[in-house]
């Protein structure tokens, strides 16, 4: 993630948005999110792939498994500002 700009990070550490990839309604491990810039559009955009663990719980309340996850976003840049972004 050494090429992406710091508001994209945060956004992938902090948006509830990138929770719509996990497929078993679980939670995002922050730890475990990574991104790599697939397509720079001339007008600022960025398409990252994404992948992250999803954490999921037993019907029992502890953590049962993790299921990987993975997407693609689209991101809209204005220099070093996010100005949107949306999944794809």
């Known amino acids: 993630m050494d090429d992406i700009p710091e508001p994209v990070r945060e956004w992938l550490r902090t ?29 600022g955009t960025l398409v990252l792939a994404v992948c992250f663990e999803e954490v999921v719980v037993e019907a029992a309340g502890c953590v049962g498994t993790t299921v990987p996850c993975y997407g693609r976003v689209r991101i809209r840049l204005d220099g070093d500002r996010l100005l949107g972004a949306e999944i794809l």
Do not use: K
Request: aromatic share 4%.
């Open 15 to 43: 948006s509830p948005e990138l929770a719509r990839l996990c497929t078993q309604n679980g939670w995002i491990d922050p730890g475990s999110i990574r991104a790599e810039v697939v397509d720079r559009g001339p007008d």
